[in-house]
Every structure is written in C-alpha cells, then in structure tokens.
C-alpha cells in the first residue's frame, strides 16, 4: 500500500521482551506476569478513545516484541483493537516479530487476524554479530523465520538490521545484506549501532569492553549501504529506510515523518494530533495503575508554537526522499544562497518545486533545518 492519506495511524505497544538487548533504549520488561494486566488496562485504554479518531488506515503493532505473545492473547489483542476501533479494510497491518517466535503456526495465525506486513528484527546474519548483540536468535533461525514468513503468503516483510558494529568492516556488513537480499525483501531498515545513554552497551563502552567505530566509518558504511542497496533497486525513501517498491514503503511510518495524526496505546506510546503531541507513563504498572483507577495514563503533552512546528517539518522532510517543497522556504532570509551551497555540496537536489535530500544530505539531514533559523 503507498498513498498519501491523512488518516490517522494506530500504534499499540506491547512493552515485552523474552530478554533485554544491550543496546536497547525503547520501554520493554521482561517478566510476563503482568500481561493479562496489561491486556485488560489496553482494553480500558481502547474504550477511552473509542468515539475520538473515526477511521484508521494503518495499525502498527510494535514493542517490545509482540511476536512473543501466545497465539490466545495475540487473537484477543487484534481482535480487541479491530472490535474497538474502525479500521478501514485495506489498511496496513504491520506486527513486529522476532525470529525465534516465528513458527510455520504463528505466521498463519498472523495472516488469519489480518496482518498483512512483517518487521523482523534480524539485526544480522552473522552469529559472532548476534551474540555481541545479545540476540536471542542464530542467523540460521532468522532465515528460517524468514522462509517461514514467505511461505504463510506474506509478500511485505521488512527485515530491520543493524550496521555499525565494533570492528565491522565493509565487506562483513555487505555479507549480511546479501544474506538479507537472497530473500528479495520488500523493506529493509538499516540502522547504525547507537549507544544511548543508561544502556548497558553504554557501560561497557565506558568500560573499555568495546571501542565503538568512529564516526567517519558509520559515515562511510552508512554511504556504502545507500550505494549497496540503490544499485539493487531499493528505493532509499528515508534516512534508515528502503522499499523494493514504492508499495512497499511503510504506509505507518510515514505518517511519523509526513506530521500525519496518530495514536500511540500502550506504556510509553506517543500520540500526535491537532498539533499536539501526548505521551503515556512508561511503566507498565503505573500504566495499569492509571487505567484501573479510571484515570488517563497520559504522563504529559505539548502543543508546538508555530515556529517549533515549521522547524520539525523541516527536520522530517530532510530525513525523507520526498524531500520539502521550496515555498515553505520562501520568507526565510538567505534561504535561496543556502539551498543553492547546499546543492553545490551535493547535500540536497532541486527538481520540479522540491528540495530533495541526496545520501549525503540525509548524513547530516538533522543539523539542516538550523541553517535557515
Ligand atoms: S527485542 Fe527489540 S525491543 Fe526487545 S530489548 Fe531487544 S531490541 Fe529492545
């Protein structure tokens, strides 16, 4: 599905993990006791915007790793989101999985509750690289997983996989990619290793255990992969995104970067809509704790002044291969000798009305929007 509705999206995170990667900085435990909690505060949660967005185009159901939910609590969640809200029929339906839960069974049950796109946290295909990355799956199982997944019927599986590793070079990166190719992918995200803060990979930095690569070789592998992939005919439609088609683009996700409404369910989700953007509690206790006591779980909100709003549709449009149309520069002093440097650079292009953002550009798509402030 590729359009350019400006219906709202639907997220539900599910804030479980069968264990922590090192590196990961989203809202997710462990234990699984909570869950029949969780499920029954979502159901709460689902009712208190029941009448408030009339129609869906995309559910994205993320995490987490919603893929480790049982095959009963997995049918109660989609179906309790389909019965809750309106969801238009040809929406697109994504559910993030893991490669060890993928079972010729659950990809089954997938497609019979509707899902119709798959994001498969591989990261790699290389097992030294999984155990660094502390992940619960061999390179083995996730192309099983991925075989698995095709052989169900799904045609839009996305593979997510993680470049940028401590001593990674070139060739070792381009060796999972082909991996990844063999199965002639409808999406592929590729994301540098970043160490956030808090995280244990940060520790272990900190430590000395590892010495991340330096900054002119994420640059130089993040180049390589745009080159890589272009030459295979991905259409490199963001930053960290590519599509084998224009169809496959995730509908979803560019809502994120086109500032189309969304609603985020679940401990730590986002929302956006009429200019506001809101937040949940992150803890799934807490979250619990608000909806059982018939409060809102929002932890807070803001409303973007008008300034702060153009500045943030400046930030996406340089992370994404559509680019921004030249009017919205048009009352910005200096911005035709900016735009003019930046396409002597090679950062951006100028083609029918539009400043489109080349690899190069995207590199530094986040520091862009400054230079007309
Ligand atoms: S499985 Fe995904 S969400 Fe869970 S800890 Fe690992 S990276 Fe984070």
Redesign the pocket.
């Known amino acids: 599905m590729m359009n350019n509705s400006q219906l709202p999206g639907l997220y539900v995170h599910v804030p479980f ?5 090192p590196y ?1 900085d ?1 809202y ?1 435990v462990t234990p699984r006791s909570q869950m029949g909690q969780w499920m029954a505060a979502l159901e709460g949660e689902i009712s208190l915007y029941k009448d408030r967005f009339p129609v869906f185009d995309s559910l994205y159901v993320g ?3 919603p893929s480790l939910l049982d095959e009963q609590t997995l049918t109660s969640l989609i179906k309790g989101i389909f019965h809750g809200f309106a969801i238009s029929p040809d929406a697109e339906v994504t559910m993030e999985c ?1 490669p060890d839960d993928v079972t010729p069974g659950k990809a089954v049950l997938f497609r019979s509750l509707g899902v119709n796109r798959i994001s498969l ?1 591989v990261q790699s295909l290389d097992d030294k690289e999984l155990g660094f990355l502390q992940r619960r799956h061999s390179a083995s199982q996730a192309e099983r997983a991925l075989a698995c997944l095709q052989r169900a019927g799904f045609d839009n599986v996305g593979i997510d996989l993680i470049y940028g590793l401590p001593g990674q070079i070139q060739s070792d990166w381009c060796e999972t990619l082909d991996r990844a190719l063999e199965f002639e992918p409808a999406h592929l995200s590729c994301y540098e290793l970043t160490i956030s803060a808090g995280t244990p990979f940060a520790r272990m930095r900190d430590e000395g255990v590892f010495a991340p690569l330096e900054e002119e070789e994420g640059r130089a592998l993040f180049l390589a992969t745009a080159q890589y992939l272009a030459d295979r005919g991905y259409i490199h439609y963001e930053v960290s995104n590519f599509a084998k088609e224009k169809k496959f683009m995730c509908h979803h996700n560019r809502k994120y970067w086109k500032r189309t409404p969304y609603l985020g369910l679940g401990p730590s989700a986002h929302s956006f809509a009429h200019g506001e953007r809101w937040w949940n509690v992150r803890s799934v206790s807490q979250y619990c704790e608000h909806i059982f006591k018939g409060r809102s779980p929002v932890e807070g909100s803001e409303k973007l002044s008008q300034d702060q709003a153009s500045l943030e549709s400046l930030a996406l449009g340089f992370r994404t291969k559509e680019g921004l149309d030249e009017t919205l520069f048009q009352n910005r002093p200096q911005a035709h000798k900016i735009i003019t440097e930046l396409c002597e650079s090679g950062l951006v292009s100028r083609e029918d009305g539009r400043i489109l953002p080349t690899p190069k550009g995207f590199l530094v798509a986040d520091s862009l929007p400054l230079l007309f402030y």
């Open positions: 993990c069968g264990s922590k990667c990961c989203f997710s995490g987490g790793t893991n946290g």
